[in-house]
């Protein structure tokens, strides 16, 4: 079992910048991909970046490319997601997840992942 922990998430105005903290702990999780999804009000579950065992691969999702940056320490068993320039719409509730298939490549679905944190909610103003 991996447990995930979420941290970092607040209020921000529009522009603004935020760091999440994943903190993992139970059976290591040096060989899993990593990954963020966000659920806002009303809406399904999305992927929003995820990152491979290494930290030598990353995707994100168009939405957040340019002004997101996954990164995680395997040592510190934590994942890091940096949000700048924050808008509105990256209002929800941001859930770190990880998928113990070990060396696997990052999936965007959320079916693959087998270890979900319970999320830290994001809320920026405009």
């Known amino acids: 079992q991996v447990q995930l922990v979420e941290s970092g998430g607040g209020l921000v105005q529009a522009g603004g910048s935020l760091r999440l903290s994943c903190a993992a702990s139970?059976?290591?999780?040096?060989?899993?991909?990593m990954a963020w999804f966000r659920q806002a009000p009303g809406k399904e579950r999305e992927f929003v970046t995820g990152?491979?065992?290494?930290?030598?691969?990353?995707y994100y999702a168009d939405s957040v490319k340019g002004r997101f940056t996954i990164s995680r320490d395997n040592a510190k068993k934590t994942v890091y997601l940096q949000m700048n320039s924050l808008k509105p719409e990256d209002t929800a509730v941001y859930h770190c997840?990880?998928?113990?298939?070990?060396?696997?490549?990052?999936?965007?679905?959320?079916?693959?992942?087998?270890?979900w944190g319970q999320g830290t909610q994001v809320t920026v103003s405009s």
């Open positions: 139970g059976r290591t999780f040096t060989g899993y991909a």
């Open positions: 990152v491979n065992w290494s930290g030598g691969s990353t």
């Open positions: 997840a990880a998928d113990q298939r070990w060396g696997s490549a990052v999936s965007t679905k959320t079916g693959d992942y087998d270890y």
